[in-house]
Protein backbone atom coordinates (compact mmCIF):
# COMPACT_ATOMS: atom_id res chain seq x y z
CA UNK A 1 0.00 0.00 0.00
CA UNK A 2 1.60 2.96 -1.24
CA UNK A 3 -1.09 5.83 -0.23
CA UNK A 4 -0.89 8.98 1.44
CA UNK A 5 -4.48 10.55 2.38
CA UNK A 6 -5.76 13.44 2.74
CA UNK A 7 -8.65 15.50 4.22
CA UNK A 8 -10.51 17.39 3.27
CA UNK A 9 -10.28 17.26 -1.32
CA UNK A 10 -11.84 20.79 -1.10
CA UNK A 11 -11.60 23.42 1.70
CA UNK A 12 -13.21 27.07 1.44
CA UNK A 13 -12.13 29.15 4.61
CA UNK A 14 -12.77 33.13 5.79
CA UNK A 15 -9.62 35.24 6.91
CA UNK A 16 -10.69 34.55 10.24
CA UNK A 17 -11.60 31.09 10.25
CA UNK A 18 -9.34 28.09 11.77
CA UNK A 19 -9.48 25.09 10.25
CA UNK A 20 -7.09 22.33 9.62
CA UNK A 21 -5.59 19.76 7.29
CA UNK A 22 -5.09 16.16 7.63
CA UNK A 23 -2.81 13.81 6.21
CA UNK A 24 -2.13 10.19 6.45
CA UNK A 25 0.27 7.54 5.79
CA UNK A 26 0.30 3.73 6.52
CA UNK A 27 3.22 2.87 4.86
CA UNK A 28 5.52 3.12 8.13
CA UNK A 29 7.32 5.81 6.56
CA UNK A 30 9.35 8.20 9.46
CA UNK A 31 9.44 11.41 7.13
CA UNK A 32 6.37 13.60 6.22
CA UNK A 33 6.37 16.91 4.31
CA UNK A 34 3.78 19.44 3.46
CA UNK A 35 4.19 21.56 0.12
CA UNK A 36 2.57 24.45 -1.31
CA UNK A 37 1.33 24.63 -5.12
CA UNK A 38 0.26 27.43 -6.64
CA UNK A 39 -1.41 27.36 -10.06
CA UNK A 40 1.20 25.97 -12.79
CA UNK A 41 3.48 26.39 -10.39
CA UNK A 42 5.95 23.79 -9.20
CA UNK A 43 5.48 22.19 -5.11
CA UNK A 44 7.15 24.19 -2.55
CA UNK A 45 8.63 22.94 0.33
CA UNK A 46 7.14 23.78 3.97
CA UNK A 47 7.92 21.79 6.78
CA UNK A 48 9.44 18.01 7.30
CA UNK A 49 8.99 16.35 10.04
CA UNK A 50 11.15 13.19 10.72
CA UNK A 51 10.90 10.48 12.99
CA UNK A 52 7.83 13.04 14.54
CA UNK A 53 10.31 16.10 15.24
CA UNK A 54 9.88 18.91 12.74
CA UNK A 55 13.38 19.52 11.09
CA UNK A 56 12.55 21.95 8.60
CA UNK A 57 10.58 25.02 8.47
CA UNK A 58 11.03 26.81 5.11
CA UNK A 59 10.63 30.29 6.34
CA UNK A 60 6.41 29.52 6.51
CA UNK A 61 4.77 32.12 8.36
CA UNK A 62 2.77 31.48 11.34
CA UNK A 63 -0.32 31.62 10.52
CA UNK A 64 0.45 27.84 9.27
CA UNK A 65 1.21 25.23 12.15
CA UNK A 66 2.13 21.70 11.44
CA UNK A 67 1.65 19.03 14.13
CA UNK A 68 2.68 15.38 14.13
CA UNK A 69 0.81 13.47 16.53
CA UNK A 70 2.07 10.29 15.62
CA UNK A 71 4.22 8.62 13.21
CA UNK A 72 1.42 8.18 10.59
CA UNK A 73 -0.41 11.66 10.85
CA UNK A 74 0.54 15.01 9.87
CA UNK A 75 -1.83 17.78 10.70
CA UNK A 76 -1.67 21.70 9.41
CA UNK A 77 -3.23 23.97 11.16
CA UNK A 78 -4.44 27.05 9.72
CA UNK A 79 -5.54 30.37 11.08
CA UNK A 80 -6.35 34.15 9.71
CA UNK A 81 -4.99 33.28 5.99
CA UNK A 82 -4.57 35.75 3.54
CA UNK A 83 -6.19 34.94 -0.04
CA UNK A 84 -2.56 34.81 -1.52
CA UNK A 85 -2.84 31.28 0.53
CA UNK A 86 -5.20 29.83 -1.69
CA UNK A 87 -3.47 26.83 -3.51
CA UNK A 88 -3.37 23.21 -3.36
CA UNK A 89 -1.46 21.33 -0.53
CA UNK A 90 -0.10 18.60 -0.82
CA UNK A 91 1.75 16.40 2.10
CA UNK A 92 4.21 13.69 1.15
CA UNK A 93 5.99 10.45 2.74
CA UNK A 94 9.16 8.74 2.69
CA UNK A 95 10.45 5.42 4.32
CA UNK A 96 13.38 8.33 5.85
CA UNK A 97 14.43 11.89 5.60
CA UNK A 98 17.49 10.89 3.43
CA UNK A 99 18.16 12.18 0.03
CA UNK A 100 17.78 8.79 -1.47
CA UNK A 101 14.24 8.25 -0.38
CA UNK A 102 11.39 8.88 -2.65
CA UNK A 103 8.52 10.92 -1.58
CA UNK A 104 4.85 9.31 -2.23
CA UNK A 105 2.26 12.17 -2.38
CA UNK A 106 -1.42 12.35 -1.64
CA UNK A 107 -4.04 13.60 -4.21
CA UNK A 108 -3.69 16.83 -2.05
CA UNK A 109 -6.02 20.03 -0.46
CA UNK A 110 -7.30 22.60 -2.62
CA UNK A 111 -8.07 25.53 -0.49
CA UNK A 112 -9.46 29.04 -1.28
CA UNK A 113 -9.12 31.79 0.69
CA UNK A 114 -11.93 34.28 1.19
CA UNK B 1 21.25 24.51 -2.89
CA UNK B 2 20.54 21.97 -5.83
CA UNK B 3 18.66 22.99 -8.73
CA UNK B 4 17.29 21.42 -11.99
CA UNK B 5 16.23 23.59 -14.97
CA UNK B 6 13.37 22.00 -17.16
CA UNK B 7 13.53 23.26 -20.90
CA UNK B 8 10.49 23.85 -22.61
CA UNK B 9 7.23 24.57 -20.12
CA UNK B 10 4.88 22.91 -22.97
CA UNK B 11 5.88 20.00 -25.25
CA UNK B 12 3.70 18.72 -27.63
CA UNK B 13 3.68 15.33 -29.67
CA UNK B 14 1.47 12.95 -31.85
CA UNK B 15 -0.02 9.91 -30.17
CA UNK B 16 2.83 7.28 -31.19
CA UNK B 17 5.78 9.67 -31.41
CA UNK B 18 8.81 9.54 -28.90
CA UNK B 19 8.00 11.85 -25.65
CA UNK B 20 11.32 13.33 -24.94
CA UNK B 21 11.35 15.65 -21.68
CA UNK B 22 13.97 17.69 -20.87
CA UNK B 23 16.13 18.34 -17.34
CA UNK B 24 18.89 19.82 -16.28
CA UNK B 25 20.55 19.80 -13.35
CA UNK B 26 22.81 21.54 -11.12
CA UNK B 27 25.10 20.24 -8.12
CA UNK B 28 28.37 20.18 -6.88
CA UNK B 29 27.86 16.24 -5.34
CA UNK B 30 26.24 13.78 -6.75
CA UNK B 31 22.51 14.44 -7.32
CA UNK B 32 19.43 12.04 -6.66
CA UNK B 33 17.02 12.70 -8.76
CA UNK B 34 13.41 12.00 -9.47
CA UNK B 35 10.59 12.34 -12.40
CA UNK B 36 7.23 12.78 -10.82
CA UNK B 37 3.88 12.98 -13.16
CA UNK B 38 0.54 14.93 -12.32
CA UNK B 39 -2.66 14.64 -13.61
CA UNK B 40 -5.02 17.97 -13.36
CA UNK B 41 -6.23 17.91 -9.94
CA UNK B 42 -4.23 15.66 -8.36
CA UNK B 43 -1.17 14.34 -6.80
CA UNK B 44 2.15 13.57 -7.62
CA UNK B 45 2.95 10.25 -8.73
CA UNK B 46 6.64 9.08 -9.10
CA UNK B 47 7.67 7.67 -12.31
CA UNK B 48 11.64 6.98 -11.85
CA UNK B 49 14.11 8.03 -9.27
CA UNK B 50 18.24 7.94 -10.08
CA UNK B 51 20.22 7.56 -7.21
CA UNK B 52 23.29 5.51 -7.71
CA UNK B 53 24.35 2.32 -9.83
CA UNK B 54 22.91 2.08 -13.50
CA UNK B 55 22.51 5.37 -15.30
CA UNK B 56 19.12 4.47 -17.26
CA UNK B 57 16.20 3.75 -15.34
CA UNK B 58 13.18 2.35 -16.04
CA UNK B 59 10.23 3.29 -14.78
CA UNK B 60 5.99 3.22 -14.47
CA UNK B 61 3.97 3.24 -17.43
CA UNK B 62 6.71 2.86 -20.32
CA UNK B 63 9.14 5.76 -19.15
CA UNK B 64 12.94 5.77 -18.68
CA UNK B 65 15.78 8.18 -18.33
CA UNK B 66 19.37 8.26 -18.51
CA UNK B 67 21.53 9.76 -16.31
CA UNK B 68 24.36 12.01 -18.04
CA UNK B 69 26.74 12.99 -15.55
CA UNK B 70 28.76 14.66 -18.49
CA UNK B 71 25.89 16.71 -19.51
CA UNK B 72 24.50 16.95 -16.19
CA UNK B 73 21.12 16.13 -17.54
CA UNK B 74 18.58 13.47 -16.76
CA UNK B 75 15.85 13.64 -19.80
CA UNK B 76 12.40 11.39 -19.31
CA UNK B 77 11.58 9.24 -22.70
CA UNK B 78 8.65 7.44 -23.89
CA UNK B 79 9.33 5.61 -27.47
CA UNK B 80 5.56 5.80 -28.07
CA UNK B 81 2.92 8.43 -26.42
CA UNK B 82 -0.33 7.42 -25.68
CA UNK B 83 -3.30 9.85 -24.84
CA UNK B 84 -2.78 8.92 -21.35
CA UNK B 85 0.38 10.61 -21.43
CA UNK B 86 -1.11 14.09 -21.41
CA UNK B 87 -0.30 15.47 -17.86
CA UNK B 88 2.93 18.10 -16.33
CA UNK B 89 6.20 16.50 -15.78
CA UNK B 90 8.24 17.45 -13.03
CA UNK B 91 11.97 16.87 -12.32
CA UNK B 92 13.26 16.77 -9.50
CA UNK B 93 15.40 16.85 -7.41
CA UNK B 94 16.93 15.78 -3.18
CA UNK B 95 18.37 18.91 -1.61
CA UNK B 96 19.77 19.09 1.68
CA UNK B 97 20.67 22.41 1.40
CA UNK B 98 17.49 23.14 3.25
CA UNK B 99 17.89 24.80 6.94
CA UNK B 100 17.39 22.53 9.95
CA UNK B 101 19.11 19.49 8.76
CA UNK B 102 18.13 16.09 9.58
CA UNK B 103 15.71 15.75 6.58
CA UNK B 104 15.36 16.68 3.21
CA UNK B 105 13.03 17.65 1.22
CA UNK B 106 12.76 17.84 -2.91
CA UNK B 107 13.56 21.01 -5.16
CA UNK B 108 11.32 21.02 -8.35
CA UNK B 109 11.72 22.34 -12.03
CA UNK B 110 9.22 24.57 -13.24
CA UNK B 111 7.61 21.73 -14.44
CA UNK B 112 6.56 20.67 -18.41
CA UNK B 113 3.26 20.37 -19.85
CA UNK B 114 2.90 17.80 -21.94
CA UNK B 115 0.33 17.47 -24.77
CA UNK B 116 -0.59 14.71 -27.21
CA UNK B 117 -2.11 15.36 -29.96
CA UNK B 118 -4.11 12.66 -31.95
Known amino acids: DTEVTQTPKHLVMGMTNKKSLKCEQH?????MYWYKQKAKKPPELMFVYSYEKLSINESVPSRFSPECPNSSLLNLHLHALQPEDSALYLCASSQEGGLIYEQYFGPGTRLTVT | AQSVTQLGSHVSVSEGALVLLRCNYS??????LFWYVQYPNQGLQLLLKYTTGATLVKGINGFEAEFKKSETSFHLTKPSAHMSDAAEYFC????????????????FGKGTHLIIQP
Open chain 2, 27 to 32: SSVPPY
Open chain 1, 27 to 31: MGHRA
Open chain 2, 92 to 107: AVSDSAYSGGGADGLT
